[in-house]
């Protein structure tokens, strides 16, 4: 059995464009800070055509990485795992750029408690007290293919678990931090809220 932690990263956000490149904390930018909290789970990096800034921190951090379809994150999730070995068995971890303040301990947390569980997905949600920014999905391979496999439109093609979420065993695991704001970036309010935290 191997786990495949897979970060989805691309340049053209909406409501920020190139924030995962902006300037945040020891000199870092925020992709970089999330990778540097992440590197004990060896992340590997989706990305898409034309983000050369992204695939230079990945070579940087000596990191694989992966380059997909831009709207289709569901394509390039599965083509990725498969990429790297992927088979049946296999472990797959969704993390999303724009979570900075993830951790690998987070991240190991979340593996241990889907090893535990009779489930194909595991979650962190919001409504059982985790921030928004500090979730993580842990999913069976077996689950990616088939979502890959069966899906047909393109909400769930956008957001990779909708599909498992509907039709595989999930689990919602319930977590308390002292911390309650939300901790994603999307906007340019929420990076200068951001910068100030202190985790």
Sequence with gaps: MKIFTIIQARLNSTRLPKKVLLPFRDDKNVLEFLVDR???VSPIIA???NANEIIKI???NNLKYFVGDENNVLER???CA????????DIIVRICSDSPFLTSNIVENMIEEYQKCNCDYIVNPVTCGTPKGLNVEVFSFECLKKAYLNCDNEFCKEHVTPWIKENCKIKEISAKYEFDNELTLDTKEDYERLKKVNL
């Design 58 to 60: 990945a070579k940087e």
């Design 47 to 49: 990305t898409v055509d």
């Design 82 to 89: 498969i990429n790297f070995g992927a088979k049946p068995g």
């Design 38 to 40: 992440l590197k004990k």
């Design 77 to 79: 999730f599965y083509k």
